[in-house]
C-alpha cells in the first residue's frame, strides 16, 4: 500500500519557522515525484511544491519560493518541508501526495489531478 503522511504543523509567530515532514511508503523515491499542497480556509486547495522522483528537480510557486526549502532523506523515507519567515497568509492546513514518475521527468506547478496518492493534512497557524 502506498502511503503518505505529513506531520510537523503547530502555530508559530509571523518570522518564525516550522519543518514539515511527509513520510511515505509503499514505494522507492525514485520512482515517485512528491507534491506539497496547502488548503487555507475557505479556498481551494493550491500546490506550491513539487520534488521529482529521486529529486532531480523541484518546483517553488512563487508565494513560497525563497523562504521554503525542501529535501529528502532516502533511508527515512521521507521528504521535509522547511518553512522560513512564515506569515499568516501561510496559514493553511498542508498535505504531502505522491504520484508515480521517473527521474527524467521535471517538477512544474503541481495540480491535484496529476496525484493519485495523499496523506492526512497538518495545520499551519501563522500569529500576526
Known amino acids: 500500500d502506498v502511503q503518505l503522511q505529513a506531520s510537523g504543523g503547530g502555530l508559530v509567530q509571523a518570522g518564525g519557522s516550522l519543518r514539515l515532514s511527509c513520510k511515505f511508503s509503499?514505494?522507492?523515491?525514485?520512482?515517485?515525484?512528491i507534491g506539497w499542497f496547502r488548503q487555507a480556509p475557505g479556498k481551494e486547495r493550491e500546490g506550491i511544491l513539487c520534488?521529482?522522483?529521486?529529486?532531480?528537480?523541484?518546483y517553488y510557486a512563487d508565494s513560497v519560493k525563497g523562504r521554503f526549502t525542501m529535501s529528502s532523506d532516502n533511508a527515512k523515507n521521507t521528504v521535509y518541508l522547511q518553512m522560513n519567515s512564515l506569515q499568516p497568509e501561510d496559514t493553511a492546513e498542508y498535505y504531502c501526495?505522491?504520484?508515480?514518475?521517473?527521474?527524467?521527468?521535471?517538477?512544474?506547478?503541481?495540480?491535484?489531478?496529476?496525484?493519485?496518492?495523499w496523506g492526512l493534512g497538518t495545520q499551519v497557524t501563522v500569529s500576526s
Open positions: 501526495a505522491g504520484r508515480e514518475s521517473t527521474s527524467a521527468i521535471l517538477c512544474g506547478p503541481p495540480a491535484e489531478w496529476q496525484y493519485d496518492y
Open positions: 509503499g514505494f522507492i523515491f525514485g520512482d515517485f515525484a
Open positions: 520534488i521529482s522522483a529521486g529529486a532531480r528537480s523541484t
